[in-house]
C-alpha cells in the first residue's frame, strides 16, 4: 500500500479508538509503523508472542490494542492466540503483513505465504484483505468487531 494510504490508516484507527500499537516491524507496512513512531505510539517487541502478552494485558485494562507482526511471526504465534486470545476473547485487532505470495519474494516467505489464509481460517479468526480502495471498510470492520470482544486480522499484501 502507498505511503499515504498506510499514515491515513494508522491516523483513522488511532482517533477511532485504538490506544496501543504493539509488536514486530514488517516492510509491509513501515509507513503505518512511520507514522506510530512519530507519534510514539508504537510499542517495538522483540517477539510476536511478547507483543500479544503486552496488547493482551492493555486491553484487560480497557485499552483497545492492535498487535503488528509478518505472517511468519503470526504463525510462531497461533499457540498463544488460540490458547490466550481466543480462549478468553480478548478482542485484538491483528495487522499481519503478508509475505510469500509473490514469485519475487524472499525463498523463505514462500512456505507461509502459501498458506497463509487456510491459516488464519484453521484458527476461526475473522479477517479481511486489506487494500488501497478497502482500507476505511476493513478497517471499521476491524473495530466493530472488537467492540463486540472479537479478535480480528487485517491482512496487508507485501506489493513488491
Known sequence: MKELIQRQMFEYLLTNGVK?????PDSTFKYFLSHGLKKNKIIISTREEEAIGIAAGMVLSK???LVF????????SISTISSLIQLYEIPLIFLIGWRGYLK????????????QPQLIKSLGLSFKIV???????HCKWALQNIRKDIPCALIIRRLS
Open 20 to 24: 496501543n500499537f504493539v509488536g514486530v
Open 69 to 76: 507482526m509478518q505472517n511468519a511471526g503470526f504463525a510462531n
Open 131 to 137: 487494500s488501497e480502495s478497502n482500507w476505511k471498510k
Open 104 to 115: 519475487d519474494d524472499a525463498p523463505e516467505h514462500y512456505k507461509i505465504g502459501k498458506i
Open 63 to 65: 485499552q483497545t490494542s
